[in-house]
């Protein structure tokens, strides 16, 4: 190896700590910057699609995910009271034995985070990040207690969608969901290999999956979703949660199980989505990664899967190129197609799903019962949801990358 570079990295979600683990194994030294002081298994349940699961597979953790996560062959949805098909994704349609996995969301930070305490990795906690100061050489980050970190070659913003660290861009979406995880009802018949969803139009949507093992109690778990407008959420708390149960039921009378475990719905965690993506991701020194970079709705079950993308792709431009401000416009190279296709398609999908009524509902069914019979189409739906349009890995020749000590090839340029 050339040259290891002294590398910062703030945020400790996915998308920093496998950006840590690839960049560590390739040479460089790094240190993560994260505001918790401990972790906690925070939030809900979220779906590693096939490409991120390659990219883990990549980093040699993989088993864990399959071991406790649930095998996800199916995501479905049926809208009352037609009961027509509002969603079909069969992962069956691509080559292979092709998958997705529900988790806990902690599964696979776990996982990452303690691969990177295993292997040595510098992580400061109790580290508010507020800004970067970025020179030709290199920067630091700041931090909201007024310290500042040590100069870094190389800093990236791995802080998720609401980022100090790159200006205002996007929007807020006007719906988010309200999340819980719950224990798996063995006693009613919800399909254990899909996440499955009951609409009315396209306001009103709940949705169960199924995640594995749940970290707090290694029950079988179940993530438990209700979509819900931002300016609604506090109307609904109000309304009491007799009123919102009895809602729930008349859109899904099985949930009624589900439904015991949540004694009130402020024990449920209200998660607001936001559409943005950073115009310029990188600069000679200084990169954003993940939600950081472009952040969406969840309908498409890419976030996580896009953060260890990014991850995936920053290692191999490190690999190739062994001066930063190369590697980094490589990097960009690499992501940014795939980044703006996810992006329109967000935007196409995201308002058949959540929205007020109209047309839109109406047509979604209307496609949705029109592609589920036609091969070409599944395939193209499978391959949506699965992350690899666009091809996003082919590029990364991600072989032996995640290995200790892959040796850099050099190139010239994209
Ligand atoms: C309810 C919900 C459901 C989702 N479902 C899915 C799904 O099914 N599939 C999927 O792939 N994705 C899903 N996502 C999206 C996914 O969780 C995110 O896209 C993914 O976690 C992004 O990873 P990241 O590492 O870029 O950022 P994050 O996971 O947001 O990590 C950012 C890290 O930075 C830390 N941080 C933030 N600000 C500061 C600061 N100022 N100083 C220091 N540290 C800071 C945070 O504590 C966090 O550890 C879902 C998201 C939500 C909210």
């Not at 096939?50 to 088993?63: D, F, I, K, N, R």
């Not at 969603?87 to 998958?99: N, P, S, T």
């Not at 109790?126 to 500042?148: K, L, Q, S």
């Not at 200084?286 to 995936?312: E, I, K, V």
Request: charged residues 20%.
């Amino acid at each position: 190896m050339a040259r290891a570079y002294e590398i910062g990295i703030a945020g400790c979600g996915p998308g920093g700590l496998a950006a840590a683990l690839f960049l560590h194994r390739l040479g460089h030294r790094i240190t993560l910057f994260e505001r918790f002081e401990e972790p906690r298994p925070v939030g809900s349940g979220l779906l590693v699609q096939p490409s991120g699961l390659e990219v883990l597979e990549t980093l040699g953790l993989a088993a864990p995910i399959r071991e406790r996560g649930a095998r996800i062959d199916f995501l479905k949805g049926t809208s009352i009271p037609s009961g027509k098909r509002a969603l079909d994704v069969r992962y069956g349609a691509l080559r292979g034995d092709a998958c997705a996995y529900g988790v806990h969301r902690a599964l696979l930070f776990g996982t990452l985070y303690d691969a990177v305490r295993a292997e040595g990795i510098a992580i400061e906690t109790g580290r508010t990040v507020t800004a970067v100061d970025i020179d030709t050489g290199g920067g630091r980050f700041d931090f909201a207690d007024g310290a500042t970190s040590a100069r870094f070659d190389c800093l990236i913003d791995a802080l998720g969608a609401r980022t100090p660290l790159a200006p205002p861009s996007g929007r807020d979406l006007a719906y988010g969901a309200l999340w819980a995880t719950l224990d798996w009802p063995h006693d009613v018949s919800f399909l254990d290999d899909a996440l499955d969803q009951r609409y009315r139009r396209a306001h009103e949507m709940v949705g169960v999956m199924p995640i594995g093992l749940r970290p707090s109690n290694d029950k079988q778990g179940a993530a438990f979703f209700w979509s819900v407008r931002a300016d609604q959420i506090e109307a609904l708390h109000a309304g009491g949660t007799a009123k919102w149960r009895d809602t729930v039921l008349a859109l899904w009378p099985e949930t009624a199980p589900l439904l015991d475990q949540i004694a009130d719905t402020r024990d449920m965690v209200f998660a607001h989505y936001a559409h943005r993506t950073v115009r310029r991701p990188v600069s000679a020194r200084f990169a954003h990664l993940g939600d950081a970079w472009h952040s969406t709705s969840p309908q498409l079950g890419q976030g996580a899967n896009m953060a260890l993308l990014d991850a995936a792709g920053l290692a191999s431009a490190f690999h190739r190129h062994t001066d930063i401000a190369d590697a980094l416009a490589y990097y960009a190279w690499l992501r940014t197609n795939h980044i703006q296709i996810y992006q329109a398609l967000s935007c196409v999908f995201t308002p058949l799903y959540q929205a007020g009524d109209g047309l839109r509902p109406f047509i979604r069914d209307q496609l949705v019962h029109w592609f589920a019979g036609l091969w070409p189409a599944r395939n193209l739906v499978a391959a949506i949801v699965s992350g690899g349009i666009g091809w996003p890995l082919r590029p990364m020749r991600l072989d032996g990358l995640g290995s200790r000590n892959a040796a850099p090839v050099t190139t010239s340029g994209p």
